[in-house]
């Protein structure tokens, strides 16, 4: 049976809704999850969702805070509960963590714990990108890596073509740079030295793609450096819930735009949660020694599910194995 | 009067819409219009238009086409209309150029045919971002220059917000730094240095601020790098397409949703305009002598005339020697 390690500490809505979303899947599908965090505190959570189920319990001390700075939490809260959940995976009792705690300390976590690949520079964390559609497409990288050599790009793109297939189940990934133009000799250096090796790589690589068209589901997965590829993210993000915000205004603020709302209120909110990133489960951490799925701080418990399920696929179709094959 | 030289040439629309945008401008306010082009094509408009209108005209043979490579056109199609309009500014025979053709041959031809502000190390632009309170906000630089030393986002904060000031109207503009954190140590090293720089600065800088914060008005002038900067650009763009995109077909795609539509239409044109660029006249190129306000290049005749009014602006309170003070 898989074995899942999840943070129950991590996120804006712990612990309530992330043992919710362990009760989702287990409910779901037969797997076995570890909740690892303050045992009075979990007990307490699983008495509130009123559940029969029984979960394994890893009880931890101390809590990752998002003011705490990742390059030292590390040595600071050796028993935070994500740390403890990562080691888990180290030492094979579980077979991949799930968390919606700091980022930058489960990256941390990853890297010293579980490990690098040999021979990758930097590993990145691909988010899942919807796409108008209804389909998926995945970026890479969405923010560990802020200074980028074109290298670590490759990386990128070859990680994300062996996820894209073996987890998201694309047969030939059209891989796309993100760039500011559609030619070849546009962009800043950096684009330029990567779009030269993306061509010799053993990826379909299609050229380059400008953000204008990354939800148009042209491509299936977009290479970019860390600084770009969060900024793109969190636009995407904040301009969809902006204008949601106002398209909702405009069902409101007058007798007119009421009753059109009202009439049209179902149809809106499946728009609304096509942008929502709490409801695509997580982000995998691609290039470590494990699965670790980094998760929404904002997660509810349907996304936590849905990052369970997403990590069971990971273990399921040897995610590790394909990457390092993909990368040697 | 003020002396505007609009490249009738350039854009997706032209010589129709920028004629008609020229029109337009003429009826608001009492300026002098040179229409540069095809001295045919454009009197054929004028006549196609039914005006009683005249404008000066300035033949020219050759029109820069988006195949064009910037660096190599301006020496190969001298004639282009948005050099010939551009040198009519450096020639002071008049005060503005406006275009929505290449934004390369623009730059290049500003650059070169105006010249660069003595100790400003590269031009930037500065696009005018819509918010969800009904505000703007100034980004630079939104797509001029893809390598960027910190030197090159301070003279961007400094430029932009001598604009914000002079044509937008700001008192005392909040000046934030694009960033994926919000906290100083956050970012790429570009980043991390040039919030360094601005500290020290002589603005009212307010620190980091995330993309999707950008559409919320809570600060006044975005500093970024240009590759970053078009990116951002373009993904608002995209992504607030695509949305309303979605509402549409929300609002078309079943009986209840058909009828809510109805009611909600006059409403959601209003949100999908916010979002549309094509409205909101030009961006200018700041660190060059002379103005120059690059188009969109779907701009409409709506989009011309609120370039051409930008532009007067920009004349009418001197905006060069603003910058110029702003930066020596």
Do not use: W
Request: charged share 25%.
């Amino acid at each position: 049976m898989i074995k899942i390690a999840l943070d129950a500490m991590g996120g804006d809505n712990a612990p309530h809704e992330i043992i919710a979303g362990a009760v989702l899947a287990r409910k779901q599908a037969d797997i076995d999850i570890t909740l690892v965090g303050d045992q009075a505190r979990i007990e307490q959570t699983l008495v509130e969702l009123k559940t029969d189920l029984k979960f394994p319990i890893i009880h931890t001390s101390e809590v990752v805070s998002m003011g705490d700075h990742p390059s030292d939490v590390l040595r600071k809260k050796k028993d935070a509960s994500i740390f403890v959940a990562t080691r888990l995976v180290a030492e094979k009792r579980c077979d991949a963590v799930v968390s919606a705690g700091s980022t930058g300390a489960q990256m941390a976590g990853a890297i010293f714990i579980l490990g690098r690949f040999k021979g990758i520079d930097r590993p990145g964390i691909g988010q899942v990108i919807p796409n108008v559609n209804g389909g998926f497409g995945l970026l890479c990288d969405a923010g560990a890596v802020a200074d980028c050599k074109p290298l670590n790009l490759v990386q990128f793109a070859l990680m994300a073509n062996a996820y894209a297939k073996t987890v998201m189940g694309f047969d030939n990934p059209r891989v796309a740079l993100l760039n500011i133009g559609e030619e070849e000799e546009k962009g800043s250096e950096l684009a330029q030295e990567t779009y030269k090796l993306l061509k010799k790589a053993n990826l379909n690589f299609t050229g380059n793609i400008e953000s204008k068209d990354l939800v148009k589901g042209i491509a299936d997965v977009y290479v970019s450096d860390g600084f770009t590829g969060n900024v793109v993210l969190k636009t995407v993000e904040g301009v969809a819930t902006s204008v949601m915000k106002l398209v909702k205004k405009a069902a409101t603020e007058n007798i007119s735009g009421k009753i059109g709302g009202l009439f049209l209120k179902t149809n809106l909110n499946k728009v609304k949660k096509m942008f929502d990133y709490a409801e695509y489960g997580g982000a995998p951490l691609l290039g470590v020694n494990g699965i670790s799925i980094i998760c929404h701080g904002r997660s509810n418990r349907v996304a936590i599910k849905s990052a369970i399920m997403q990590a069971v696929k990971c273990v399921e179709n040897d995610l590790v194995s394909k990457i390092i094959q993909a990368t040697s």
